[in-house]
C-alpha cells in the first residue's frame, strides 16, 4: 500500500489528453511538500519528468505539465503519442514515521 | 555529462547480504547526494535510503533501518549500498540516483542492478 495513491493504469488515443492523479494527505502533499514525476520505459530507469510540481528538467517536452492542489498533484499530458506508453511514477517527502521519501504505487498508460 | 554507473547483477541466497555500487562521474561528487531506490519485479519503486556525499550523512527509510548502510568513498566518486538478512522479498533492481538532499528529485539515474535473493 503506497503512501500516494494513483490510478493503476489510464489510456487515451493519439493526439488525446491525459491526467495522471497523486492522491496524498497532510503529512506530504498537503503539508506543502514538492512532488517529482517519473517516466518510465520498460526495462529501463525512471527518467525525471517533472520537478517541484511543476517545471520540466530540459529536453522534456512541453506536452507534459504538473500541477498540485491540496493534498493532490496531478500530470498531464497532451498531444499523446506512442512513445508516451510507460509507467508513470509521482514522488514526494512524508514527515510521518512512514519515512521521508515517498513513492505513487505508479500508473501504466495505455497509447490506444 | 553526468553519468552514474552500477555494479554487475548477484545472486544471494537467504540471510546472507549484498554490496552493490555506484560510481558516479561528470559532475562534482560532494555537491549532491545518492538516493537508493529499489523495484521488486512487477512492482513499484521503493526509496531506501539517502547519503550525502559530502559528509556521509545518511537517512534510511524505516523499513530497512538496522538492516542497510550505505557509504561513499569520495577519491573514487563511488556511494556503496549495502543490505543483510536477505529475504527472497529482496529480489529486485536496485536504482541509485543522484539527488541534492533527500527529498530532491533523482535527476540522473543509474542502470540498475538485478539482485536475486535464492536458496
Known amino acids: 500500500q503506497s503512501v500516494l495513491t494513483q490510478p493503476p493504469s489510464v489510456s487515451g488515443a493519439p493526439g488525446q489528453r491525459v491526467t495522471i492523479s497523486c492522491t496524498g494527505s497532510?503529512?506530504?502533499?498537503?503539508?506543502?511538500?514538492?512532488v517529482h514525476w517519473y517516466q518510465q520505459l520498460p526495462g529501463t530507469a525512471p527518467n525525471l519528468l517533472i520537478y517541484?510540481?511543476?517545471n520540466r528538467p530540459s529536453g522534456v517536452p512541453d506536452r507534459f505539465s504538473g500541477s498540485k492542489s491540496g493534498t493532490s498533484a496531478s500530470l498531464a499530458i497532451t498531444g499523446l503519442q506512442a512513445e508516451d506508453e510507460a509507467d508513470y511514477y509521482c514522488?514526494?517527502?512524508?514527515?510521518?514515521?512512514?519515512?521521508?521519501?515517498?513513492f505513487g504505487g505508479g500508473t501504466k498508460l495505455t497509447v490506444l | 555529462q553526468v553519468q552514474l554507473v552500477q555494479s554487475g547483477a548477484e545472486v544471494k541466497k537467504p540471510g546472507a547480504s549484498v554490496k552493490v555500487s555506484c560510481k558516479a562521474s561528470?559532475?562534482?561528487?560532494?555537491?549532491?547526494?545518492i538516493s537508493w531506490v529499489r523495484q521488486a519485479p512487477g512492482q513499484g519503486l521503493e526509496w531506501m535510503g539517502w547519503?550525502?556525499?559530502?559528509?556521509?550523512?545518511?537517512n534510511y527509510a524505516q523499513k530497512f533501518q538496522g538492516r542497510v548502510t550505505m557509504t561513499t568513498d569520495t577519491s573514487t566518486s563511488t556511494t556503496y549500498m549495502e543490505l543483510r538478512s536477505l529475504r527472497s522479498d529482496d529480489t529486485a533492481v536496485y536504482y541509485c540516483?543522484?539527488?541534492?538532499?533527500?527529498?530532491?528529485?533523482?535527476?540522473?539515474w543509474g542502470q540498475g542492478i538485478l539482485v536475486t535473493v535464492s536458496s
Open positions: 540516483a543522484r539527488v541534492r538532499v533527500a527529498a530532491s528529485p533523482g535527476d540522473y
Open positions: 561528470g559532475y562534482t561528487f560532494t555537491t549532491y547526494g
Open positions: 547519503i550525502s556525499a559530502y559528509n556521509g550523512n545518511t
Open positions: 497532510s503529512s506530504n502533499i498537503g503539508a506543502g511538500y514538492d
Open positions: 517541484g510540481n511543476n
Open positions: 514522488q514526494s517527502y512524508d514527515s510521518s514515521l512512514s519515512g521521508f521519501v515517498v
